[in-house]
């Protein structure tokens, strides 16, 4: 039978099962076989806190997300065009989130009464009417996938769980996908079953197969490839990225990297990639508690390591205290918030952007640090790249606000050259600087950077003391008087205040914008998509990104001024806003959200389209 | 090994250019005296000594040693000292704490310290008051304490530093007194040839909030009957005429004191600081009782396991030796690492 082939310019596919079904696993392995083939991608997984919540209910519910285009993306899509389901759960749980007439794939061999009841549907959604603006697609992928390894050598339950492959197989056939890596990838995972290997590759052959014969699926879909930047690409999630590019702030410095971190969700896969550097010099301490990470990283630093912790919001309050030390003793440190919806422990899986108060202000005393948000998946490794080039060269904590959104989420990175990586290198004070030659000034600044000297335990003739008590300029010592305070106090805040960062850019192809769209961190990819979609239909407006927090773009001001509308949305309820508010006098308004899930580009261009309407 | 070489020098050498303000008679200065005088005798060069502590009184001991040192922040010194030493294997970190900063608000961080066996000399100075704060009970007072913050006596139980540390499994425990110069650098030269973690618990007197605390084993009438100077490999007997011994008693679980007199010698334990199992070291920690009677002094246990230090370290030496690229080559590796694809 000849199938019909279309073409298409994109596709969002949502592949959901319960969270013992493999849906993560399946979701990669599809990103993958679409990277290879060239088209842009932007993942986005979905996962319970729970571990393993009893199987078949809406709690225990899986969902990997991946948007793949024939030009460049920037989320992973705001509603799937198919939705793979392997349960009756899963259907349930994402239907809300489908258009009319997407496609829906489910396993009927799991629509069986009791799993119906499990999340209260009294008759089969199959059978009755309640997807009739829907295409559904029925396939027992169960049996099937029984079936087509009934000649093989694995245990019935094997054979079941192998089914994801199957439903691999078969998306791979109707989005013509290149299935080579997936094959090879199978061949690793199960290196040590060979029997393992052969059935899934043969249940993944079987999926395919089944798209080729069943009349059920008459067309296959064609996405042609991206025109994207020459060069060489990976797919990439923010916490990989970011943790390669802690690596990478390691080599580029010259210096052991030190990571001291304590499990959080959803920071912990930092900890996990750094752990396996150890060839890099990196050293990881899994420490007793967030407060110990914190303290091992700024012990580390004081002995001329790249101290970095990792935590997310919960963990950055515990270790405020020791980052105002790192404060006074003017030492670099990295701390990592990948932030989840708060407060307390809130909704863990979820993504926010709810940190920012706490990263700016959230310490005791005038206890300023750098602050910067990475904007996308990749960006997380060039942000941390930006994170430890302000730690080192202006001896401060700098916190560096990813988002689960961010971290979990992924797509292509064009892998940078080493060389053109920022050159990190430090110098470390080797000798006495006080005017007679003879005296160490442990608080004597670098003109140009305000730095002090990072005089390492080791080196000869530079011993001295540094605490958290107040300090004379120049000497350190111990210093109680009002007008050293005084100076003190505000040299910290110029300290940060001064550090040059980029001037902020705005993107205004039109160049007639007179609204502003300002946003930071991982609402880059959302307010970009929203933005075109109006230029696309003739209207428009301006977009600006903060990487850099604090300090903020020497040009913020003026730019925020040059428009007669600001409009800033956020994952909180108008953090940022009150900054800019309060900093430039500007009238901002805010769009504010806090559900725990990233802005769709829908709404975003709604509300924006609104707001042109008014000015 | 080349010979070390003598560095000769002095207490002085020792010593800060800061004024040493503990108030006047405080059991602080003969410690800050005795270590200042011991650390000459390590041989090591000045720049590879770090001081570390937290706050309290005791904090401020590294603002006095000529070395390099960090008054950082409370209870957090052994998590810190962890970073350094550990990513710095030449360094001789000692941690600076107190009754207060150890054992209250930084419990969690020195029995992990502990359990992790990073190569650190832990100095506890234990006054069993706050006094930084002027005066309120301590982890270590006795209950029923009558304090600023406790006007009809504390409620609460204390713990016994020792037998806390020996619970956490410390390989090297010692406790000594503020006030006996030659047996504090005696237990100090012990500490500093341990590899790993040595907690030193320092009895000292603080003269303003809690003064004469341990009179009864410092005041010449009561001292000998009421200290045990634990020395390895000797029985175990004490007293102005050798008149009490420790003994195991059949079926117990601990120690026990008993008179020498009519005690057959070999019932008499002999100390052993190497025995692996912390039973026994935890035994001799149960028996002072309230008045300080039998109060063992000395080092209560040393034993010998791989420092979390040199374990990490071997694990990156190891991980390092198996590359011959450079990092930058390295790099670009792991960048490329997976799956990857090309656009021309």
């Keep these: 039978m000849t199938k019909q082939i279309r073409q298409l310019d994109r596709v969002v596919i949502r592949f959901a099962g319960d969270s013992g079904d493999g849906m993560q696993l399946t979701g990669d392995r599809f990103t993958s076989e679409t990277a290879q083939l060239g088209n842009d991608i932007s993942t986005l997984p979905n996962f319970p806190a729970e571990i393993r919540a009893p199987a078949g209910t809406l709690p225990g519910v899986s969902s990997f997300q991946v948007h793949f285009a024939d030009y460049d993306i920037l989320t992973p899509g705001d509603a799937p065009n198919v939705l793979v389901a392997m349960n009756p759960a899963a259907l349930k749980a994402n239907l809300t989130d489908l258009p009319r007439g997407a496609d829906i794939i489910v396993n009927t061999d799991e629509f069986t009464r009791r799993n119906l009841a499990k999340v209260g549907y009294t008759t089969s959604p199959l059978e009755d009417d309640s997807l009739a603006g829907y295409v559904v697609h029925p396939v027992a992928l169960t049996s099937m996938t029984v079936g087509a390894l009934a000649e093989h050598e694995v245990s019935k339950k094997d054979a079941e769980r192998a089914k994801n492959m199957f439903a691999l197989g078969l998306l791979s056939w109707m989005y013509s996908r290149p299935y080579e890596s997936t094959l090879r990838f199978l061949e690793r995972k199960f290196a040590a079953r060979p029997e393992l290997v052969a059935a899934n590759v043969a249940a993944f052959r079987a999926g395919w197969n089944f798209g080729e014969t069943t009349e059920d699926f008459s067309v296959r879909y064609e996405v042609k490839p991206a025109k994207m930047l020459p060069g060489t690409y990976r797919n990439i999630t923010g916490n990989a990225a970011l943790s390669l590019g802690l690596v990478a702030a390691g080599v580029r410095s010259g210096l052991p990297v030190f990571l001291g971190a304590y499990p959080i969700t959803p920071a912990s896969d930092i900890l996990h990639e750094l752990s396996k550097h150890k060839k890099f010099g990196v050293v990881t301490m899994q420490a007793e508690d967030e407060i110990a990470a914190v303290g091992a990283a700024l012990g580390a630093s004081y002995g001329g390591s790249l101290g970095i912790t990792t935590t997310s919001g919960p963990g950055v309050a515990l270790k405020s205290e020791t980052i105002s030390l790192a404060v006074a003793l003017e030492l670099p440190l990295v701390i990592v918030d990948v932030q989840r919806a708060g407060p307390s422990t809130g909704m863990p899986t979820k993504t926010e952007q709810a940190d920012l108060n706490m990263a700016l202000y959230g310490r005791h005393g005038e206890a300023p640090v750098a602050v910067i948000a990475p904007k996308s998946p990749a960006d997380c490794f060039h942000a941390a790249l930006e994170a430890a080039r302000i730690a080192l060269t202006y001896r401060t904590p700098v916190l560096l606000l990813s988002d689960n959104y961010v971290a979990n989420g992924s797509e292509p990175w064009l892998l940078p050259d080493v060389e053109s990586l920022p050159d990190l290198r430090v110098e470390f004070a080797t000798r006495a600087n006080g005017e007679d030659g003879t005296t160490f000034l442990p608080y004597l600044r670098d003109p140009e950077t305000l730095a002090r000297p990072w005089a390492i335990p080791g080196t000869p003739g530079l011993e001295h003391r540094i605490g958290g008590l107040e300090k004379a300029d120049k000497t350190g010592d111990i210093s109680y008087d009002p007008a050293n305070h005084d100076f003190m106090v505000r040299t910290r805040a110029a300290r940060i205040e001064t550090i040059p960062v980029p001037d902020v850019e705005v993107e205004d192809p039109d160049g007639d914008a007179r609204v502003l769209v300002l946003g930071w961190g991982s609402t880059y990819g959302p307010i970009g998509a929203a933005c075109r979609g109006l230029r696309q239909r003739g209207l428009s407006v301006a977009q600006a990104h903060l990487r850099h927090l604090a300090p903020m773009p020497a040009n913020l001001g003026e730019v925020l001024r040059s428009y007669d509308r600001v409009v800033i949305p956020e994952m909180n309820l108008g953090q940022l806003a009150h900054v800019i508010r309060a900093k430039y006098l500007v009238d901002a308004i805010g769009y504010n959200q806090v559900r725990g899930l990233p802005f769709t580009a829908a709404e975003l261009e709604t509300m924006l389209e609104e707001v042109l309407k008014n000015v | ?344």
């Design chain 2, 1 to 344: 090994m080349s010979e070390p070489v003598a560095l000769k020098l002095t207490a002085k050498d020792f010593k800060s250019d800061q004024e040493v303000r503990w108030c006047p008679g405080c059991g602080d200065y003969a410690i800050l005296a005795a270590v200042q005088g011991f650390m000459p005798e390590l041989n090591i060069p000045r720049e590879n000594v770090v001081f570390i502590s937290g706050i309290g009184c005791s904090s401020r001991f590294p603002y006095y040693m000529n070395t390099y040192g960090m008054h950082s922040i409370h209870g957090r010194a052994p998590a810190i000292a962890t970073g350094l030493s550990v990513t710095r294997p030449d360094l001789s970190v000692w941690v600076v704490t107190g009754d207060g900063d150890a054992l209250s608000i930084g419990g969690n961080h020195l029995i992990h310290a502990l359990r992790r066996n990073v190569n650190l000399k832990i100095l506890l100075f234990n006054n069993r008051i706050y006094g930084l704060t002027k005066g309120q009970y301590s982890p270590t007072s006795e209950i029923g304490k009558i304090t600023k913050s406790t006007p009809v006596g504390s409620a609460d139980a204390p713990f016994n530093p020792l037998s806390l540390a020996l619970g956490a499994e410390a390989t090297f425990v010692a406790r000594t007194i503020d006030s006996d110069r030659k047996h504090l650098q005696s237990v100090l030269r012990a500490a500093a040839e341990h590899q790993g973690s040595a907690f030193v618990e320092i009895y000292q007197n603080c003269n303003i909030f809690n003064d004469g605390a341990f009179d009864p084993i410092k005041e010449p009438a009561t001292r000998d009957d009421f200290l045990i100077r634990l020395e390895h490999g000797q029985p175990i007997t004490f007293g102005k005429d050798g008149q009490f011994c420790v003994v195991h008693p059949p079926g117990g679980f601990g120690l026990e004191v008993r008179e020498t007199a009519g005690t057959p010698a070999e019932e008499i334990v002999v100390h052993d600081a190497t025995v692996t199992d912390p039973a026994y070291a935890f035994a001799l920690s149960r028996l002072p009782g309230l008045d300080l009677r039998n109060t063992p002094i000395g080092v209560f246990r040393s034993v010998t396991r791989s420092s979390y230090d040199s374990v990490v370290q071997e694990q990156v030496a190891a991980a390092k030796a198996s590359v011959d690229q450079t990092p930058e080559q390295q790099l670009a590796g792991l960048l490329s690492a997976g799956d990857t694809w090309t656009i021309l």
